[in-house]
């Protein structure tokens, strides 16, 4: 009998390690082709505390967004790379260093004092999602 895949969390808690902050407490990861070409399009607002990450990324776009945002680019090892603070819809933003990108909501970065440089942590908000399933 063996071990199958660790499954993946449903959500997570993202932790500035440096600023000892909460950027957000229900971040959802968009890890699909699917997903990530879908985004945040068609929803009207993020509730405060949520959140996507988008991995792989190095470039998104708000066209058909409805609201702004903060888009934190960030290095393989969650290190920040670039902030675009209060990105308004219909504009893109890219950082060709970074490995994925962390959308908040618009404020996020400055509420928390997140910078270049700043080391974030993802962690698993709901502990069971990271056990083993059997098959």
Known sequence: MGT??????REYVVVNLDRKSTLAERVRIAGTSAARRQGLLGI???LK?????ISPC????????KMPIDAIFLDRHHQVRKLSNDL??????L???????????AGTAHRTGTTVGDRLSFEASDPGACATSSR
């Open 4 to 9: 199958g895949p660790i499954a993946t969390p």
């Open 88 to 93: 308004p819809p219909w504009r893109i933003s």
């Open 44 to 46: 009207g607002g993020l």
């Open 95 to 105: 950082c060709l260093a970074a490995a994925s990108v962390l959308e908040v909501e």
């Open 58 to 65: 190095e470039a998104i776009h708000t066209f058909g967004m």
């Open 49 to 53: 505390g949520a959140g996507l990450w």
